[in-house]
Each structure stands twice: as C-alpha cells, then as structure tokens.
C-alpha cells in the first residue's frame, strides 16, 4: 500500500511518480483521484499519461483509492485494438452534500452528489429576520431531505449562499463561526448549529456568486470563459467568470454595484434603491393609492399589500404604469451594467433574480440599455439572457464551491488517507471545540417527521 | 386565496389569468391545425379525468387535435415509451405529468429536444429547467394544499396528541410539497403534536402502511393522507379495524367527498380545481405554440373543504350538482 511507498527502492528511476516519503505520496494520491474526479484521466494509460506517473505508482494508489471507496475500476471502455480498458471512475455517491441557499423571502434546500449535481430541492417562502426560526426551518429540511435519499451515504459538507457578502478567510479550509453576511447574523449560530448538528464542514459563500458559479456550471454560461451575472432583488449584485473562473477579489467583496451612485430624472440614490425591488413596490404601492393603476389599486384591495413580484405581473400583463415603474428598474441596472460589458467584454450577461423572473418588461429595458450604451465591439457577438434556473442556480453553485473546498490539494491532502473530510484534523479539533463550548441542545430544531 | 408555496425551482407563481387567450390568438391557433398529446400518471382518479377534460374542452376550441391521452398507470416504464413513440409522432406539443424523477427526465428531454412544446403538469423532474427543458409547469399551489390539510385535520386533534402523515414514496414535487407543509403548519401552529410519517409505495398500500403505523403507535389521533385515491384505501383499513380516526387529504373525489358529507372519517379536504388547471394547461400550450412568452411557473390556489362548504365547493371543482348520496349525507334532502 502506498504509505510503504516512502521506504520503497523499486522503480525509482524516473520522473513524478517516485515518491520518497509519506508526503509525497499522499501528494500523489490526491493528484491521481483529482485527475479521475475532474475526468481528465479515465484509465491507467492516462494516469500515467497526463500524470507522469509509473505504472506501479498509478496501481498503488488505486488500490488505496478503491479501498477507501472513492474510485471505481468496474466499467470498461471502448477497445481500440485489443482489449478493452478498464475505466477509472470517481465515486461520486460514495457521499453527499447538503446545499442551502438563503434569501431575504425565501429559503431553498438540496442535496447533491459529490460531482455537484442537484438529486433533490425543496424551496419555501421563510422570514429570514426570525434568526431561531430560520436556523431551525433549514435543520428540518436538510434531515428530511436526508431521509429521502435512496443511497444512504454520509454527509460530508454543507454549502451555503446567503444574501450578503462573506469574506474569505483564506486561512480556514472551512467555518468555525458564522460571519457577519447581514447585520446581527454572526450571532445567530447558524454555522455552529449546522456542523454541530450534522458533524460535517461547512462553507459559505454571497448568492450573486453562488448563481454565478451555478448558472456557469448548469445554465446558460456551460462552455463559455466569460459572463457577467446580475441579480436584482432588494439589493443589485453582479458576478463575474473570467477565462472559466470565478472573480473572487482581494476578500470576496465583489460586485456590490447596487452601491452606485445613478440619476432618474431630478433624482439621484443608490442603484439598490432607485432600481429594486425596494423602489419597485414603494412607486407600486403609490401607483396603487392614487389609482394610477387599476390593477394594482384592485390588488391593493385585496391583499391590503401590493408587492414588487405583484408589479411586474400587472407590467407583464399590459398595465401601463407597473410598465413604467419596471422598465426604470430595467433602464438604470442596463447602465450600470453597460459600463462593466464595455470593460470587460463578456461573452454572456445573465439577468437573474425574482424580479427579473416574473416578466419580460424589465430584461427588454435592461438589453436596450446595454446596447445602447455600449460600444460596438463589445455588443457584436454579446447575448443578454434572462437566467432559467431561479434559485437552482445557487443550489447548485453551492455545491460546486463545497467541491471545490473538500478536494482543494491542501485540504484533501490532510483527510484522504482517512477516508472522509469529516476525519479531517482541523475539523475533528473545530467540531470538539464546539461541543466543549456550545450545548448540543441550543438550537436543536425538532425532530424530523417520522416513524 | 394567495400562492404560498414556491415552484420546483423556488420561482414566485405566476396566477393563471397570466396565460389568457385573445379572440386573435384563438384565430391564429385555429389556423395552425395544432396536434397535441396527453399523457397522464393515471386516468383513473377522477382529478384527472376532470384535468383531461379541461385541456381538451380549450383545445377544441382553438382548433387543436388531441391525437392521444395515455394512461401510464404510475409506471415510469410505460410514460418513457409513451413518449418515444408519440416522439415519432411529431406533435407541436407535448403535455405531461411525469410520474418519477429522474427515471423518466431524459424521455422528456428527448421530447422537448426534438423541437416538441413541453408543457409539465404538477411536477418538474430534477435538472430540468423551464425555457430550456419544459415550457411551463402548471400546477396548483401544492405547499397551500398541505397547509390547508394541516389546519382542518388540527381542529380535530386533542391537545398533546399525534398526527400521522401518509406520504407517496417517490420523488414527486406535488406531494412532496404537500408532506413538507403539512409538517410544517403542524410545527408553527400546532407545537403539541408530534408527526410521524410513512409513505406507500403504491395505492393499494396505502391502507396497509397507514394500520402498520398505527399498530407502531396507537397514539396516533388523526391521518394526512397525501391524495384521495389512497385516502380511500386507508378508509377501508382504518374501518376494517373498527377505529374511528378523523382524516384529511387533498383532492375532492368521489369517494372521500361523500365520505365527508357523510361524516365518516374524512373530517376537512384541501381541493384541487383540476378543470380550471386544465384550462389554464391548454391556454399555456396555445400561448407557447403561438410563439408568446409563458411563465415558468402557473400554480392555481387550492379550496378549504369542510361538511359545511362541501356542496358548492363540489359544484365549484366538477361543475355539476353534487349527488344525491352527498344532499342526503348533509340531511339537505330527507326523502331517499
């Protein structure tokens, strides 16, 4: 097995695949199942081949790959003269990942495989002001979508996306404490209760880059290198890729352009609050008591609320002051926005976000914009989509980026050889921690329907 | 009543006023010779007998041939051969209530890929995306028919007592959505009652699991059954063991309608417009082959049915008199 390999003296004439101690080895095992997971190696031949490895080092370290269930040699390939190959495959239910995707209204939960793909979602509207509540109502949701899984695996990560920046803390692989995303959310417990609960990592990340990494990975930007992704709610966020990857910035504080300065005839306000969903259901409402829309005056009267989702129902279905109200969103976002295509040239510009969701006014507003303040090389070959994916689009980011985190070389390289990231020496002492210091029973959330 | 749940995807719902014909769309349909196809989970329970009828009456209307309305039987085999076959056929649209999850998600995207107009009902397999894989989902507020179900069993549930939820073991969105708000209404509302729940894996095990639970838990004061077809067969096993449990579930059929007339067990329905939804399923598809945006999402709000309101809420889903059974079960009519 590979970890003799240090003391080995066969085969130590070439190149990488000679390890000479423990270290290197492990280096070389994380190497070997990173090559089969991203599906750049599928046999022993391309192992050795893009690895540069032995053929006696790429056995070993299968060997011990297989035998910790995280690779499998049962399949075969397509011969291509002679006998068929063995096709190295990841095992990519060998675990699972719970994914969370918090927002101001609503919550949503999934479980995914360890390849990112979404197996099962559930979303419901939720007040995120209510912090116990919240943190109880994701608890339930993740134990019973857990309680649904056909394969029964273990839970090795959960992956958040909330709705405000979180700043990276490049020196932990995973969260001890929750960070201060929204105002007075660093005391809420929700990091803590959810690793403490579940016993596994978990990783935290802005919704803007969540559905940025999401709609790259699953929706309109697969295949592409470049895309901006705006999202308008309450507040106005962009996302970036670039050449095939995320734009994190210096701390993770990227794309908070709703803080912009922007002008509306004789009136000047930041972009969040002259283009969403704030302004749309206050010039809603008002629109609503001066009987400048029968509709949703009608509405008004109903409910006793009218909301922004309502406003731009009304605006899809012809009522000319919602109309108005939606394409000023529209206007004001495509400006803003244009000054970002015009710098870096994307290749795709995805309008996301419940707003955006609801109708066609505000992405028409938001194209004319856009091309029309954009230079012409910019817009030649550009596409302005409106995303599909709704808030899949986070759940799915949020598993990509607890992918990325459970098999980061420095990460994987210290839990590997046991087995699962659950095992890992930093999050064995992180998880003792708060069991020392936080009661198990703060938080608990009741227990789940059933028998 | 409002839209409470989220769609598949956590999109808002769009009402079904959203999708609405214009003499001049009905014209324009009309001259396209449209062909559409049905293909359903089962055309037994009488919500889709109703659905099927609302589509068809719509699509009559604007002009369009329903070339078939297959019966799946629940059967995820059966739906994935139905529609290659009607794949080969060449309709302009599809319109389908996938019974499974993943096992029947690629036979749908073979259809939609095929350039066929995919109009879902109630349930949206995993990784297909509306605009892309589907046109719309059209379904009804299936989170509110949970909540709905969970307030009227409440009312008569002791203090301190246990509720049993009945789910389908599959994965399917509508009655997922239906367990998760039932527990849920349970938790806020009702924080003395503890929920334990089991799933059957066909109809006709409905009843089985349900005394199975109770044998488990003899605690239990009251049942959530997910549909009506199954509530029927927990009726019948609850009766054969002589308990009298009150019982709510979702969908005002035949069966359980009269059995809540008549007060016998059943004690509160959160009902479907299964007519009104096939409406607005066949406005969704004309709109989409008319080349018009749809929304992602249609759901339809769902009706609170209790002994008191059973009459015009009956007349409201199957647009008919209630029958005879039902009058005299209220003590409307006296003569038999």
Same mark, same amino acid.
């Given at each position: 097995?590979?970890?003799?390999?240090?003391?080995?003296?066969a085969?130590?004439?070439?190149g990488?695949?000679?390890?000479?101690?423990?270290?290197?080895?492990?280096?070389?095992?994380v190497?070997?199942?990173?090559?089969?997971r991203?599906g750049?190696?599928?046999?022993?031949?391309?192992?050795?081949?893009?690895g540069?490895y032995?053929?006696? #080092?790429?056995?070993?370290?299968?060997?011990t790959?297989?035998d910790?269930?995280?690779?499998?040699e049962?399949?075969?390939?397509?011969?291509?003269?002679?006998?068929?190959?063995?096709?190295?495959?990841?095992?990519?239910?060998i675990?699972r990942?719970?994914?969370?995707?918090?927002?101001?209204?609503?919550?949503?939960v999934?479980?995914?495989?360890?390849?990112?793909?979404?197996?099962?979602?559930?979303?419901?509207?939720i007040?995120?002001?209510?912090?116990?509540?919240?943190?109880?109502?994701?608890?339930?949701?993740?134990?019973w979508?857990?309680?649904?899984q056909?394969?029964?695996?273990?839970?090795?990560?959960i992956?958040?996306?909330?709705?405000?920046?979180?700043?990276?803390?490049?020196?932990?692989p995973?969260?001890?404490?929750?960070p201060?995303?929204?105002?007075?959310w660093?005391?809420?417990?929700?990091?803590?209760?959810l690793?403490?609960?579940?016993?596994?990592?978990?990783?935290?990340?802005?919704?803007?880059?969540?559905?940025?990494?999401?709609?790259?990975?699953?929706?309109?930007g697969?295949?592409?290198?470049?895309?901006?992704?705006?999202?308008?709610?309450?507040?106005i966020?962009?996302?970036?890729?670039?050449?095939?990857?995320?734009?994190?910035?210096?701390?993770?504080?990227?794309?908070?352009?709703?803080?912009?300065?922007?002008?509306?005839?004789?009136?000047t306000?930041?972009?969040?609050?002259?283009?969403?969903?704030?302004?749309?259901?206050?010039?809603?409402?008002?629109?609503?008591?001066?009987?400048?829309?029968?509709?949703?005056?009608?509405?008004?009267?109903?409910?006793?609320?009218?909301?922004?989702i309502?406003?731009?129902?009304?605006?899809?279905?012809?009522?000319?002051?919602?109309?108005?109200?939606?394409?000023?969103?529209?206007?004001?976002?495509?400006?803003?926005?244009?000054?970002?295509?015009?710098?870096?040239?994307?290749?795709?510009?995805?309008?996301?976000?419940?707003?955006a969701?609801?109708?066609?006014?505000?992405?028409?507003?938001?194209?004319?914009?856009?091309?029309?303040?954009?230079?012409?090389?910019?817009?030649?070959?550009?596409?302005?989509?409106?995303?599909?994916?709704?808030?899949?689009a986070?759940?799915?980011?949020?598993?990509?980026?607890a992918?990325?985190?459970?098999?980061?070389p420095?990460?994987?390289?210290?839990?590997i050889?046991?087995?699962a990231?659950?095992?890992?020496?930093?999050?064995?002492?992180?998880?003792?921690?708060?069991?020392?210091?936080?009661?198990?029973?703060a938080?608990?959330p009741?227990?789940?329907?059933?028998i | 009543?409002?839209?409470?749940?989220?769609?598949?995807?956590?999109?808002?719902a769009?009402?079904?006023?959203?999708?609405?014909?214009?003499?001049?769309?009905?014209?324009?349909?009309?001259?396209?010779?449209?062909r559409?196809?049905?293909?359903?989970?089962t055309?037994?329970?009488?919500?889709?007998?109703?659905?099927?009828?609302?589509?068809?009456?719509?699509?009559?209307?604007?002009?369009?041939i329903?070339?078939d309305?297959?019966?799946?039987?629940?059967?995820?085999?059966?739906?994935?051969?139905?529609?290659?076959?009607?794949?080969?056929?060449?309709?302009?649209?599809?319109?389908?209530?996938?019974?499974?999850?993943?096992?029947?998600?690629?036979?749908?995207?073979?259809?939609?890929?095929?350039?066929?107009?995919?109009?879902? #009902?109630?349930?949206?397999?995993?990784?297909?995306?509306?605009?892309?894989?589907?046109?719309?989902?059209?379904?009804?507020?299936?989170?509110?028919?949970?909540?709905?179900?969970?307030?009227?069993?409440?009312?008569?549930l002791?203090p301190?007592?246990?509720?049993?939820?009945?789910?389908?073991d599959?994965?399917?969105?509508?009655?997922?959505?239906?367990?998760?708000?039932?527990?849920?209404?349970?938790?806020?509302?009702?924080?003395?009652?503890t929920?334990?729940?089991?799933?059957?894996?066909?109809?006709?095990?409905?009843?089985?699991?349900?005394?199975?639970?109770?044998?488990?838990?003899?605690?239990i004061?009251?049942?959530?059954?997910?549909?009506?077809?199954?509530?029927?067969?927990?009726?019948?096993?609850?009766s054969?063991?002589?308990?009298?449990?009150?019982?709510?579930?979702?969908?005002?059929?035949?069966?359980?309608?009269?059995?809540?007339?008549?007060?016998?067990?059943?004690?509160?329905?959160?009902?479907?417009?299964?007519?009104?939804?096939?409406?607005?399923i066949?406005r969704?598809?004309?709109?989409s082959?008319?080349?018009?945006?749809?929304?992602?999402?249609?759901?339809l709000?769902?009706l609170?049915?209790?002994?008191?309101?059973?009459?015009?809420?009956?007349?409201?889903?199957?647009?008919?008199?209630?029958?005879?059974? #039902?009058?005299?079960?209220?003590? #409307?009519?006296?003569?038999?």
């Open positions: 097995m590979f970890v003799k390999m240090g003391s080995s003296n085969n130590q004439s070439k990488k695949g000679r390890p000479r101690s423990t270290e290197t080895a492990v280096a070389s095992l190497d070997v199942l990173n090559l089969v991203t750049h190696a599928t046999t022993r031949q391309e192992l050795e081949r893009v540069e032995g053929r006696a #080092i790429v056995a070993d370290r299968l060997t790959l297989k910790l269930g995280l690779v499998d049962s399949a075969t390939g397509t011969a291509t003269g002679g006998r068929a190959p063995r096709l190295v495959q990841f095992n990519k239910d675990a990942l719970a994914v969370v995707n918090l927002e101001q209204s609503a919550v949503g999934g479980i995914s495989d360890l390849s990112g793909k979404i197996l099962a979602e559930h979303h419901e509207m007040d995120i002001t209510d912090q116990n509540m919240t943190v109880d109502r994701i608890c339930a949701l993740i134990k979508m857990l309680s649904r056909t394969i029964s695996a273990d839970l090795w990560g992956s958040i996306s909330v709705p405000g920046p979180v700043l990276a803390i490049a020196e932990n995973f969260l001890s404490k929750t201060d995303f929204l105002p007075n660093d005391n809420s417990g929700l990091v803590e209760t690793t403490q609960k579940f016993q596994a990592p978990v990783w935290m990340r802005s919704n803007v880059e969540t559905m940025t990494m999401g709609e790259f990975h699953g929706g309109a697969v295949g592409l290198q470049s895309m901006l992704f705006i999202k308008v709610g309450q507040r966020g962009a996302g970036l890729v670039n050449d095939g990857h995320l734009f994190h910035g210096s701390s993770g504080a990227v794309g908070l352009i709703g803080q912009l300065p922007v002008n509306y005839g004789d009136v306000g930041t972009l969040d609050a002259m283009a969403g969903s704030g302004m749309i259901k206050a010039k809603g409402a008002a629109a609503a008591a001066s009987d400048a829309s029968p509709q949703l005056a009608d509405i008004l009267a109903r409910a006793g609320d009218v909301n922004a309502d406003v731009c129902q009304a605006a899809q279905m012809g009522d000319t002051a919602s109309t108005e109200i939606v394409v000023q969103s529209g206007r004001l976002v495509g400006g803003v926005v244009a000054t970002l295509a015009n710098m870096l040239n994307p290749q795709l510009i995805v309008l996301a976000g419940s707003i969701q609801s109708n066609d006014i505000l992405l028409a507003s938001f194209r004319e914009a856009v091309y029309g303040a954009s230079h012409p090389l910019v817009t030649r070959d550009l596409r302005i989509l409106r995303s599909q994916m709704s808030s899949s986070a759940l799915l980011g949020a598993a990509n980026i992918i990325e985190a459970l098999f980061d420095t990460f994987l390289k210290d839990w050889i046991r087995g990231p659950t095992e890992h020496p930093g999050f064995v002492q992180s998880l003792a921690f708060l069991d020392a210091n936080l009661p198990t029973s938080n608990e009741p227990p789940p329907p059933e | 009543m409002a839209i409470v749940g989220l769609g598949p995807h956590g999109e808002r769009s009402p079904p006023e959203r999708v609405t014909l214009l003499p001049q769309d009905i014209e324009s349909a009309r001259s396209k010779k449209l559409i196809a049905i293909v359903m989970h055309l037994e329970s009488d919500w889709s007998k109703h659905l099927v009828q609302g589509i068809v009456g719509v699509l009559g209307e604007c002009g369009a329903v070339i309305v297959v019966d799946c039987h629940f059967s995820p085999e059966q739906q994935i051969d139905a529609l290659n076959r009607l794949r080969s056929e060449n309709p302009d649209a599809i319109i389908s209530l996938p019974v499974d999850n993943a096992t029947v998600a690629d036979a749908h995207i073979a259809a939609s890929r095929a350039g066929i107009k995919l109009i879902l #009902i109630d349930n949206a397999p995993i990784g297909m995306l509306p605009g892309k894989d589907y046109v719309s989902l059209v379904s009804a507020d299936n989170y509110g028919l949970g909540k709905i179900a969970a307030e009227l069993l409440s009312s008569h002791p301190d007592s246990t509720a049993a939820v009945l789910g389908y599959a994965d399917f969105f509508a009655s997922n959505e239906r367990e998760i708000a039932f527990s849920q209404w349970m938790e806020i509302n009702r924080p003395d009652v929920v334990k729940s089991t799933r059957f894996t066909a109809i006709e095990n409905a009843g089985e699991e349900a005394v199975r639970l109770i044998d488990c838990d003899p605690e004061a009251g049942i959530f059954v997910v549909w009506d077809t199954p509530c029927v067969d927990v009726l019948r096993a609850v054969e063991r002589n308990l009298e449990l009150p019982i709510s579930t979702v969908d005002l059929g035949a069966e359980v309608t009269g059995n809540l007339a008549e007060d016998r067990g059943v004690v509160g329905i959160a009902a479907q417009r299964p007519f009104q939804q096939g409406e607005a066949a969704t598809v004309i709109t082959l008319l080349n018009r945006p749809c929304p992602d999402w249609v759901a709000p769902g609170q049915v209790s002994r008191s309101n059973v009459i015009e809420s009956y007349q409201l889903v199957w647009r008919k008199p209630a029958p005879r059974d #039902i009058l005299l079960g209220l003590e #409307i009519l006296t003569s038999t």
